[in-house]
T-cell receptor, first 117, second 119 residues
Framework: AQSVTQLGSHVSVSEGALVLLRCNYS??????LFWYVQYPNQGLQLLLK??????LVKGINGFEAEFKKSETSFHLTKPSAHMSDAAEYFC???????????????FGSGTQLTVLP | ETGVTQTPRHLVMGMTNKKSLKCEQH?????MYWYKQSAKKPLELMFV???????ENNSVPSRFSPECPNSSHLFLHLHTLQPEDSALYLC??????????????????FGNGTRLTVT
């Protein structure tokens, strides 16, 4: 079974500072990796995804993540935080179901990002 | 407008009540999901309907019963719930491409959820 670990359930940064949200995964096969964001009172929306190819993936709102196989990591970064980035962020890894049909996403526990003025 | 609509947004029910959550997707997807989101816990996949096949998490209690009458509609029927069932219930959809419903070109699209409180 695959798993995802997000280090730090809460991260605070100042506006304009670097955002770094950590994600490590375990997988017996090459994974598909995702970052989702959840704003208050909303569902999750996709920020970016890694499938194959280039290991540095760019997403919406200036976020990017780098797949590092040797470190089994997929950390999310943004060079300069904005107040509107305050939200909960979820890392997820894709695995195939036991029936071989629909893949199931395994989510991390989430990291709440606070941006300080 | 997220493309995935969930109703109601909020629901308070007693342990002896029977209620249903509704989800409708307008994205033309062919796979739909129910997730449970509890505070400080990872999202828990409850049920998946993909190409008319149902996959379920064996740890979900029988007091939760899904129904998927067509590819655009998904229900979660609730009966004799417990207080620990209070959570945010999220519906999602995706396009099953044969590579898996959550293959590289078919991310999940979520609704805004139903906040359920069991008293």
């Amino acid at each position: 079974a695959q798993s995802v670990t997000q280090l730090g359930s809460h991260v605070s940064v100042s506006e304009g500072a670097l955002v770094l949200l950590r994600c490590n995964y375990s997988s017996s096969v090459p994974p598909y990796l995702f970052w989702y964001v959840q704003y208050p009172n909303q569902g999750l929306q996709l920020l970016l995804k890694y499938t194959t190819g280039a290991t540095l993936v760019k997403g919406i709102n200036g976020f990017e993540a780098e797949f590092k196989k040797s470190e089994t990591s997929f950390h999310l970064t943004k060079p300069s935080a904005h107040m509107s980035d305050a939200a909960e962020y979820f890392c997820a890894v894709s695995e195939r179901s036991s029936s071989g049909s629909a893949r199931q996403l395994t989510f991390g526990s989430g990291t709440q990002l606070t941006v300080l003025p | 407008e997220t493309g995935v609509t969930q109703t109601p947004r909020h629901l308070v029910m007693g342990m002896t009540n029977k209620k249903s959550l509704k989800c409708e997707q307008h994205l033309g997807h062919n796979a739909m999901y129910w997730y449970k989101q509890s505070a400080k816990k990872p999202l828990e996949l409850m049920f998946v309907y993909s190409l008319e096949e149902r996959v379920e998490n064996n740890s979900v209690p029988s007091r939760f019963s899904p129904e998927c009458p067509n590819s655009s509609h998904l229900f979660l029927h609730l009966h004799t719930l417990q207080p620990e069932d209070s959570a945010l219930y999220l519906c999602a959809s995706s396009q099953f491409t044969g590579q898996g419903a959550q293959g590289p070109n078919s991310p999940l699209h979520f609704g805004n959820g139903t906040r359920l409180t069991v008293t």
